[in-house]
């Protein structure tokens, strides 16, 4: 840019304006550092939406062999098992709808008053359907497609199959876009930056079994607090604890938050 000042005629990217633009009015509530809040959710969100949870004592992994469904070399020894599972899945996750907290964490990404930073295990896309924007997906997507040979990424049609071609590379090495066991999560760096940056951290229905989901707490340089239907394996290394189902405490807590 290059500005020359000269009474009331100046340069502004070469055009000649006879007066300075006007920065707007910063807003009142800009003068409030907005308190950063990262939250972790885990299946125990969805759970009330008709999503089944994998570790509970009715869990998805009572049922199904999680090394033959969720491991790479599950997979690779029969892929078309794995898919079976994640298109049960994703039929299932169609028909399901968001609950009154996931509408709830939605309606706090909205406050101006906090910047929140929401993180999730799931790989239901509930949250996005409540209406939370910039969600952190650390074990992928069920509704995304990977392509194992040149990893390109697609929107998965409810139905895959191991002999679907990749649409970039042609080759028939399509998985679906999720974090198996064995397999690095993702975006950890943006995780634990966004933990340990929080003033206020949050685990919401998550079973504090899985690393390294289960040591993010341990990241947290600000308050903690746990919301689950029962004290977790970890909820000791939380401030404070609220049990309870959470359609019901979520709600009630953003809204004590956001007044
Ligand atoms: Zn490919």
Redesign the pocket.
């Known amino acids: 840019m290059h500005c020359k000042l000269g009474g009331a005629h100046w340069h502004f990217y070469g055009k000649a304006v006879t007066h300075l633009p006007r920065l707007p009015k910063p807003a009142r509530c800009a003068m409030i550092q907005a308190m950063k809040i990262a939250i972790l959710t885990g299946a125990g969100i969805s759970a009330e939406s008709g999503l089944g949870t994998f570790r509970d004592e009715d869990g998805l992994w009572t049922k199904y062999d999680l090394n033959e469904v969720a491991t790479p070399e599950g997979f690779g020894r029969n892929p078309a098992l794995a898919h079976g599972f994640y298109n049960a899945r994703r039929a299932n996750c169609a028909a399901a709808s968001p609950n009154a907290a996931h509408a709830a964490l939605a309606e706090l990404g909205r406050c101006p008053d906090h910047d929140l930073t929401l993180i999730t295990q799931n790989i239901d896309d509930l949250h996005e359907r409540a209406g939370s924007t910039g969600v952190i997906h650390m074990r992928g997507e069920l509704l995304r497609g990977l392509?194992?040979?040149?990893?390109?990424r697609w929107d998965a049609p409810i139905e895959m199959a191991a002999d679907d071609p990749?649409?970039?590379?042609?080759?028939a090495?399509?998985r679906p876009d999720v974090v198996w066991f064995g397999e690095m999560p993702y975006f950890m760096d943006d995780v634990t930056t966004a933990v340990a940056a929080a003033d206020l951290f949050v685990a919401i229905g998550t079973s504090a079994e899985v690393y390294p989901a289960a040591g993010l707490v341990e990241l947290a340089r600000g308050e903690t607090l746990e919301l689950n239907l029962a004290p977790s394996a970890q909820a000791g290394a939380f401030d404070a604890r609220r049990s309870g189902p959470a359609t019901e405490i979520v709600p009630k807590w953003v809204a004590k938050l956001i007044g």
């Open positions: 392509c194992a040979a040149c990893d390109a990749c649409p970039q590379c042609q080759q090495a399509t």
